[in-house]
């Protein structure tokens, strides 16, 4: 301890300390990033059926493997609900493609999905995704590429992206992954887009042996 007729001198020398201390700008809180992984259901058969062909369901087995490779493991993943019957090949059937398509990587990344919104409820979806428990997350959504195009752009429109970015999703592209980035700081909302691809069309036509 130091002597008592120190301690004025030592209260002098602290005093610019303090004053820094007192007048130093706060420190600025890390902007949150989020990242929505956008990919469509895999193959379809002719019919419809709301289903997979078997080289759809080989595309899902093979999945998990080059989305965990891109962007690690997501934090949320999402799939439209299969409870909802969609017109497909003339007739009404369970629309169960994007669940199907995405369970695999669900099921390696031990989550549970989320289908909640029917696949016409793109603006509900939306809403959830602008919740607050997801804007620091990696979040995978499966879809039908026609809702999915209409999404990205109507959510880059409203976050200072640039929807014309957004390329047409072709009815025979189920390789493209649609990647929006969120940087979210202060209140303010900031959305990009990339154009990636899963590199997996060419998959087996038969279905994997039991």
């Given at each position: 301890m130091k002597p008592a007729r120190q301690l004025p001198s030592l209260r002098r020398a602290l005093r610019p300390l303090a004053l820094i201390a007192c007048t130093a700008p706060p420190l600025l809180a890390q902007a949150a990033e989020q990242k929505i992984i956008f990919i469509r259901h895999a193959e379809k058969p002719d019919q419809g059926l709301g289903q997979l062909n078997c080289q759809g369901l080989n595309r899902a087995l093979a999945l998990p493997a080059v989305l965990l490779a891109k962007f690690g493991k997501p934090d949320f993943v999402f799939a439209s609900d299969p409870h909802e019957?969609?017109?497909?090949?003339?007739?009404?059937?369970?629309?169960?493609?994007?669940?199907?398509?995405?369970?695999?990587?669900?099921?390696?990344?031990?989550?549970?999905?989320?289908?909640?919104?029917?696949?016409?409820?793109?603006?509900?979806?939306?809403?959830?995704?602008?919740?607050?428990?997801?804007?620091?997350?990696?979040?995978?959504?499966a879809w039908e590429h026609k809702k999915l195009e209409d999404m990205v752009k109507a959510m880059l429109a409203g976050m200072g992206g640039q929807p014309g970015a957004v390329p047409h999703w072709k009815g025979g592209d189920f390789d493209s992954i649609y990647v929006l980035t969120v940087q979210r700081d202060g209140g303010k909302a900031v959305a990009s887009f990339r154009h990636e691809q899963q590199q997996l069309d060419g998959q087996a036509a038969a279905c994997p042996k039991p």
């Amino acid at each position: 301890m130091k002597p008592a007729r120190q301690l004025p001198s030592l209260r002098r020398a602290l005093r610019p300390l303090a004053l820094i201390a007192c007048t130093a700008p706060p420190l600025l809180a890390q902007a949150a990033e989020q990242k929505i992984i956008f990919i469509r259901h895999a193959e379809k058969p002719d019919q419809g059926l709301g289903q997979l062909n078997c080289q759809g369901l080989n595309r899902a087995l093979a999945l998990p493997a080059v989305l965990l490779a891109k962007f690690g493991k997501p934090d949320f993943v999402f799939a439209s609900d299969p409870h909802e019957k969609k017109p497909d090949g003339g007739q009404l059937y369970n629309y169960v493609r994007p669940l199907l398509t995405v369970a695999p990587t669900a099921v390696q990344a031990g989550l549970p999905i989320n289908t909640s919104f029917g696949f016409e409820d793109i603006k509900g979806l939306q809403r959830e995704l602008a919740a607050p428990r997801y804007q620091n997350a990696v979040v995978l959504v499966a879809w039908e590429h026609k809702k999915l195009e209409d999404m990205v752009k109507a959510m880059l429109a409203g976050m200072g992206g640039q929807p014309g970015a957004v390329p047409h999703w072709k009815g025979g592209d189920f390789d493209s992954i649609y990647v929006l980035t969120v940087q979210r700081d202060g209140g303010k909302a900031v959305a990009s887009f990339r154009h990636e691809q899963q590199q997996l069309d060419g998959q087996a036509a038969a279905c994997p042996k039991p």
